[in-house]
T-cell receptor
Framework: NAGVTQTPKFQVLKTGQSMTLQCAQD?????MYWYRQDPGMGLRLIYY???????DKGEVPNGYNVSRLNKREFSLRLESAAPSQTSVYFC???????????FGNGTRLTVT | GENVEQHPSTLSVQEGDSAVIKCTYS??????FPWYKQELGKGPQLIID?????GEKKDQRIAVTLNKTAKHFSLHITETQPEDSAVYFC???????????FGTGTKLQVIP
């Protein structure tokens, strides 16, 4: 039982490049989330998917898109990376109305 | 939306002493208050949570208190050990649990 798996662990992009962060969970959870973590800012919600087939914006959605591919997988796409998107990205999942959040180990992204 | 403030941002204690981290929230509808511990290079992991119908909850050396009138809650760690060194996040959410708002984190250092 791996829990929440994120790939890649590290990534360096140049400004304007695109990439997709992958996330998969094996706990049969309905809800999945993408957060970003920046020094002094805590964890801020980018997008979430309450259930398969639905996605909603969080606190900081600009510059990102998401896809809930199936119940297990939730991807985050940066279409045109900017230095302000340098951050650590965490994927999380949660059972239906049943906290807590279960986090992956993060993707550290640097945009130069 | 919900706003969670967390203090202090850093905390150093001697091994064996107690540590207290305090959080305030703004949305009176919030009724679920989890605390997460994040070790270096890992994702946050739940250590204790409390719901609004309870004023205090303990789990071995960890306790959380909640004052709904004042909209603040606190994490207490007694008999601290070096392995307690980590970043701690408080959070708040409403009954649907879909949007969890995090505080900005406290870096706890336990000095042997």
């Amino acid at each position: 039982n791996a829990g929440v798996t994120q790939t890649p662990k590290f990534q360096v992009l140049k400004t304007g490049q695109s990439m997709t962060l992958q996330c998969a969970q094996d706990m049969n959870h309905n809800s999945m989330y993408w957060y970003r973590q920046d020094p002094g800012m805590g964890l801020r919600l980018i997008y979430y998917s309450a259930s398969e087939g639905t996605t909603d914006k969080g606190e900081v959605p600009n510059g990102y898109n998401v896809s809930r591919l199936n119940k297990r997988e939730f991807s985050l796409r940066l279409e045109s990376a900017a230095p302000s998107q340098t951050s650590v990205y965490f994927c999380a999942s949660m059972g239906q109305g049943s906290p807590p959040l279960h986090f992956g180990n993060g993707t550290r992204l640097t945009v130069t | 939306g919900e706003n969670v403030e967390q203090h202090p941002s850093t905390l150093s204690v001697q091994e064996g002493d107690s540590a207290v981290i305090k959080c305030t929230y703004s949305d009176s509808a919030s009724n679920y208050f989890p605390w997460y511990k994040q070790e270096l290079g890992k994702g946050p992991q739940l250590i204790i949570d409390i719901r609004s119908n309870v004023g205090e909850k303990k789990d071995q050396r960890i306790a959380v208190t909640l004052n709904k009138t004042a909209k603040h809650f606190s994490l207490h760690i007694t008999e601290t050990q070096p392995e307690d060194s980590a970043v701690y996040f408080c959070a708040a959410s409403t009954g649907g649990y879909q949007k969890v708002t995090f505080g900005t984190g406290t870096k706890l250092q336990v000095i042997p």
